[in-house]
């Protein structure tokens, strides 16, 4: 009888246990690292809004009440979100950050769990792995889709080659708690349940063909019918256990809509690889050419067995979508490992392999550091957030219905709710309307419908420079701003119910203003026009006192008044934020046009 299986050796040994310590240190610097990765996720708050009202309520509510819309909420990830938010109120966002390290570090070591038979070279697939995860590894529930694949397949993998029969049956049965938690952590960890129904079909298959197809379908991965079919019974019916019941498992299938709409259910291509991260094109390559070419680790055969060969078709079908790159990686990773140690074979315990891998773990977290670095440090990143706007609104107490720029909502419900609701957010539960908002967000038209359908009072739009969102509002004479900042933009309905607040807010100036448009208007501005550019530069400074582009549109209104020491303390402001500052020669120049008197003028 041929018992030919693929699985991976256990190792041991003092060279074993040293690369084990290694790869341990390197895994918990890098997690280190990940611990003070800000909040920059634009999801991230309403799920802490979603576990701040179930704590509160005691209730996992029907209906969605962030949203004036009230739609229905067919499915809810409240076991994340309460934890979330447990550890956002005991300590902080801080804590929010480590919980996410420790999750992202869990996932790591699992990778390095799996690939470990597979000698030194285990340390480099996971550290290439791990750097080529690492745009995903934040603070939000869909870190969890990584944790419960990789620990999904682990105990698969643990199940496989146990030789004692209660072990090996107390390994699959851990699967039924994991899915049963992880069905109310998030959406995609239905492919849990995929993955153990596709080790229950191979044992099926390997039990029917009683090792005719040697490597194939081994009989090593055979028998025990009854038993893994109760136990992977038990874990799928555990998935179903959540709000949605058994239509759970056909969740992954509906991000199809959200292609185009949602940044990170677009499709892979080629480019994206190239362009925004070549380290996770380098891991794929990697694991491809390990697979296609290489050997099984401890047989040193290249076949495959009939499990490994589904596990590689799901993860090029799941590939297909940006956020799915991670989960693919928690895939291949450990077959990648595994093949690779055995392509290398003798050699893969060599010393220079060592040396390869110690390398690639002890750099790894100095990588992370500087793919991170410009999110490092504790909070929420005011990159992305619209702390700015959320403090205008809570100051002034604008009334009436919100529009929003639809990343915004859930950082607006962290904040605003219960005595603000928003149109829409990124949960995007009432789907026709976040399409109607996102059509409004660019054409005048269909903004004009909404605002006079939903009564629309005022609005929080991104404002970040050179982006061109909530144009229709910027350009209508019916809409004020009355706050600005790097981040975002406040709007209030001219005529409205916050007309109050529109003789406080700018005149001239609006989100989209181009600093050449407010420099051109500064130059040959009437009197009254230059006091109004000048009241908004002062406005932009006082609103934003550390942005750069506020202090250039105080300057354009110093040179509107011709106001030497204005001109001069916004210049030095700007140099002062952002050192080298292109504008600062032109803005010079202007002033000298300005202030030079036309050949041939009186004194």
């Excluded at 498992?249 to 190239?274: A, C, K, N, Y």
């Excluded at 967000?441 to 006079?452: H, M, N």
């Excluded at 509107?560 to 050192?579: G, Q």
Aim: hydrophobic letters at 50%; aromatic letters at 8%; one cysteine or more.
């Amino acid at each position: 009888m041929d018992r030919t299986t693929t699985h991976p050796p256990s190792g041991g040994g003092p060279r074993d246990h040293r690369d084990t310590l290694v790869a341990g240190l390197a895994i918990g610097a890098t997690a280190v690292v990940l611990a003070f990765r800000k909040l920059t996720d634009f999801d991230l708050p309403w799920h802490l809004a979603f576990g701040r009202l179930v704590a509160t309520t005691h209730a996992i509510p029907r209906y969605d009440d962030f949203t004036y819309s009230h739609p229905l909420i067919g499915y809810t990830e409240w076991v994340a979100d309460i934890v979330l938010y447990g550890a956002m109120r005991l300590t902080g966002p801080f804590g929010v950050q480590a919980l996410a390290a420790l999750v992202s570090g869990t996932v790591v070591a699992l990778l390095y769990a799996r690939a470990r038979g597979a000698g030194a070279v285990a340390g480099f697939v996971t550290a290439t792995g791990a750097l080529a995860m690492t745009t995903w590894l934040f603070a939000r529930p869909a870190v969890t889709m990584f944790l419960v694949v990789g620990l999904d397949l682990w105990l698969v993998d643990l199940h496989r080659r146990t030789a004692d029969t209660h072990r090996r049956r107390a390994l699959l049965a851990a699967t039924v708690p994991v899915q049963l938690v992880a069905c109310n952590l998030h959406q995609g960890n239905a492919v849990g349940a995929y993955l153990l129904l596709t080790y229950l079909g191979y044992r099926v298959m390997c039990t029917l063909t009683r090792g005719r197809l040697g490597s194939l379908l081994p009989t090593a991965d055979s028998g025990e019918l009854p038993w893994t079919s109760a136990l992977v019974g038990a874990a799928v019916l555990a998935t179903c256990l959540n709000r949605a019941g058994p239509s759970y498992l056909l969740r992954p299938f509906h991000v199809q809509s959200l292609e185009g709409l949602v940044t990170e259910w677009d499709r892979l291509s080629l480019r994206f690889l190239i362009d925004h991260e070549p380290a996770a094109g380098l891991f794929l390559v990697i694991s491809a050419v390990a697979i296609l070419a290489g050997r099984d680790a401890e047989t040193g055969r290249w076949s495959l067995s009939l499990f490994d060969v589904a596990v590689v078709v799901l993860s090029v079908a799941i590939l297909r979508y940006l956020r799915m790159i991670p989960a693919t990686i928690v895939l291949l990773a450990p077959m990648a490992a595994r093949r690779l140690g055995g392509l290398l074979g003798a050699s893969r315990d060599a010393r220079a392999t060592h040396v390869i891998s110690w390398i690639a773990l002890f750099a790894l977290a100095p990588l992370v550091g500087v793919r991170v670095r410009d999110e490092l440090g504790v909070g929420w990143d005011a990159r992305h957030m619209p702390e700015g706007a959320a403090h205008y609104i809570e100051t002034c107490s604008p009334t009436g219905r919100m529009f929003n720029f639809s990343p915004f909502g859930g950082y607006l419900e962290w904040r605003l709710y219960p005595s603000q609701r928003v149109l829409v957010d990124g949960r995007l539960l009432d789907f026709p309307l976040n399409l109607r908002a996102g059509v409004a967000d660019s054409d005048p038209v269909a903004f004009a419908a909404l605002a006079s359908e939903l009564d629309l009072q005022f609005a929080v739009c991104r404002a970040t420079e050179w982006e061109r969102f909530c144009s229709p509002i910027a350009r209508s004479r019916d809409w004020a701003m009355v706050y600005w900042d790097d981040v975002s933009a406040v709007y209030a309905r001219r005529g409205g119910v916050n007309d109050r607040l529109v003789p406080g807010g700018y005149r001239v100036l609006r989100h989209l203003t181009a600093p050449e448009v407010a420099l051109g208007q500064a130059m040959h501005a009437t009197p009254g026009a230059a006091r109004d550019l000048a009241h908004d530069g002062d406005l932009a400074m006082a609103q934003a006192p550390t942005s750069p582009r506020a202090a250039l549109y105080g300057a354009c209104g110093a040179i509107a008044m011709r106001d030497r020491a204005a001109f001069e303390r916004d210049v030095a402001r700007l140099s002062e934020l952002a050192p080298e500052h292109p504008a600062c020669a032109v803005l010079q120049a202007a002033w000298r046009e300005a202030t030079t008197p036309a050949p041939g003028a009186g004194p």
